[in-house]
């Protein structure tokens, strides 16, 4: 975010709470421009040098890691048991500190049920059994002989942004652990199609249970429609065999369908007619309506999105120029339009999404910004292609059971005080 | 290349191309004796249930010993996801919410204790599941499970789920 001494007067807004119109960022890199060629261009010989522009650098090493001063943009740990049980952990992707679209693979969001299980590739299988004509068995070697497809997809853990769903008072924390449990990358790996066809799905094949290689065999039933039409066996991750965070060596990837159904460390798959009921398909991962009654075989995550700069957390460097960015997607196709607003939802202005935008994939919007100093509340407003939108927090609450955490959608206000804070509510 | 060479060349490209279906055809004959039981599920059914019995006098003591601490000394104190209800930590305890009681089974065989899934002999699996179901009040004290009697229990939550996927496909709630 940056400052800029522009006059205030001569801006085009866009909407209220200073959001301006998306020429104006055209207009103000151009007054840059100008401004540069007044800067005096001798060279001047008291000018600082810093000592590494007075030194080689490093030798080459076998693998990059990010710069030492970028050490404390990490994952957000969540561990809700703690040492009694601290193999269920949760690790929340720090948006607030990223940009662009893709995550990288170290900051990739995790949700383990029974932690990061230790794989020798050289023994993992996977099994394709059941309803089959010919039940068979692959292992890595054999895989990566196999021609491959790479697609960019976010994965969403069904209970990303849970502390809004259901604390009573908004939580005063950054995007990592309010919506951190999404991440966006780019896959490459085996058609799951092609797969199932060399084992022969029988007629009566309706349904996949898949499992992981991990210690408590996470499974879940998954309808043999998506397995076959975009089902990905993903062996790769951003260009890099797949970490073991995500599932090494391979993970099913079931595009826009919540996390917890995209297996990880992935070991059988195993055709049957019907969904077998699964423990995450009878509890954990169904949600308690408003009138008791439960919603089971919720697989598409809805439409969302949230501002990540400026966010929860930051502070703002004073009045003045800055661009509203944040990050928007659907399990649905993909994102329509985002709608940002400056003054807590009375009026709106569409952001730029910058393009190419994916199917099932993070899209990033942007907007320029005028903030005159004054608190008020931004938000953006999420639309996908088949005419969804984001809810306000009271009418998702209102579908729900107080106690569902799950499938949260609703739009993220941010309060900007007068100081500069930036702060979590609910509107 | 004649037209007529040209048409045959294709045919016999998709010919072969149909045979290997669009993959090189690499996998490996796997045998029913190579597949663990946790690459299937039991079933609503009971398919898949092995030989073994065990009340709830004996799964309490198995409780007490393996799961408490994590599930609370019976059951409903949890911290994590108590199982019997009831309680104030979790809305959906499994020995009453799940619409099927042999998931109960599988599900402990599978992946319970968290730090040492697949130690518990079938019958030690059995007789949890009655405890479970039995301090839940969904199954009496008496009452053996087994392959039998497991997927004869009516939970009931069941009939109370809405199946979003039947209803209405992918698209979102």
């Known amino acids: 975010m940056t400052r800029s001494t522009k006059d205030s007067a001569a801006l085009e807004y866009a909407a209220g709470g200073g959001l301006l119109s998306r020429r104006m960022l055209l207009a103000s890199a151009a007054a840059g421009g100008a401004a540069g060629l007044l800067q005096p261009s001798m060279a001047r010989a008291e000018a600082e040098i810093p000592e590494w522009t007075k030194a080689a650098g490093a030798r080459a090493r076998g693998y990059g890691a990010p710069a030492a001063a970028e050490s404390a943009v990490q994952r957000a740990i969540i561990e809700p048991w703690q040492d009694v049980a601290p193999a269920f952990s949760l690790s929340g992707t720090p948006h607030h500190k990223l940009r662009g679209t893709i995550t990288p693979s170290g900051l990739h969001y995790e949700v383990h049920h029974g932690g990061r299980p230790d794989i020798d590739p050289a023994r993992h299988r996977l099994m394709i059994h059941g309803l089959v004509e010919r039940p068979l068995q692959f292992d890595l070697d054999v895989l990566e002989r196999y021609p491959m497809v790479t697609a960019t997809h976010f994965l969403e853990c069904a209970g990303n942004s849970l502390f809004n769903a259901v604390m009573p008072e908004p939580m005063q924390a950054g995007c990592d652990m309010l919506h951190g449990l999404v991440s966006n990358t780019e896959w490459a790996g085996i058609p799951m199609r092609v797969l199932m066809e060399e084992a022969g799905v029988k007629p009566e094949g309706k349904w996949v249970v898949a499992a992981g290689a991990d210690g408590p065999s996470l499974a879940r039933s998954i309808p043999m429609e998506k397995i076959m039409s975009d089902g990905m066996l993903a062996l790769y991750q951003n260009g890099e065999r797949i970490r073991p965070e995500q599932g090494y060596p391979m993970r099913l990837l079931l595009p826009g369908f919540e996390g917890n159904m995209n297996i990880k460390w992935l070991t059988s798959l195993w055709v049957t007619e019907a969904p077998v009921h699964t423990k995450d398909e009878s509890g954990e991962y169904t949600e308690i309506l408003a009138d008791g009654s439960s919603l089971q075989f919720t697989f598409a995550m809805g439409v969302k999105s949230f501002i990540t700069h400026p966010s929860s957390t930051m502070t703002m460097s004073g009045p003045g120029f800055y661009e509203i960015s944040g990050l928007a997607w659907t399990g649905s196709g993909k994102v329509a339009k985002v709608e940002v607003s400056a003054d807590g939802g009375t009026s709106w202005a569409e952001g730029a999404l910058a393009g190419p935008v994916l199917p099932q994939a993070l899209t990033r919007f942007s907007l320029p910004w005028h903030w005159d100093g004054s608190p008020l509340v931004l938000m953006s407003r999420a639309w996908d292609e088949t005419g969804a939108v984001q809810p306000p927090r009271a009418d998702w609450k209102a579908r729900y059971h107080a106690s569902n955490f799950l499938h949260y959608n609703a739009i993220q206000p941010w309060q900007v005080t007068a100081e500069g804070a930036v702060q979590n509510v609910y509107l | ?173």
């Open chain 2, 1 to 173: 290349m004649s037209i007529f060479k040209c048409t045959a060349t294709a045919a016999l490209l998709l010919t072969a191309a149909a045979a290997r279906a669009e993959g090189p055809g690499l996998g490996q004959p796997l045998e029913a004796a190579d597949i663990p039981f946790y690459a299937t599920y039991v079933t609503p059914e009971g398919t898949g249930l092995p030989a073994g019995s065990g009340t709830a006098a004996q799964g309490a003591e198995i409780y007490a010993a393996k799961c408490a601490t994590c599930h609370g000394a019976t059951g409903s104190e949890g911290p994590v996801m108590p199982p019997v209800g009831p309680n104030d930590i979790w809305a959906k305890p499994a020995g009453s919410y799940w619409p099927y009681a042999t998931t109960l089974f599988d599900y402990i065989r599978r992946a319970m204790p968290l730090e040492a899934p697949k130690s518990l002999s079938d019958d030690e699996v059995y007789a949890l599941a009655a405890y479970i179901l039995e301090r839940n009040g969904v199954i009496d004290e008496q009452t053996a499970m087994t392959a039998e009697t497991l997927p004869a229990v009516k939970m009931p939550n069941h009939g109370n789920f809405l199946d979003v996927w039947t209803k209405q496909g992918a698209k979102p709630w």
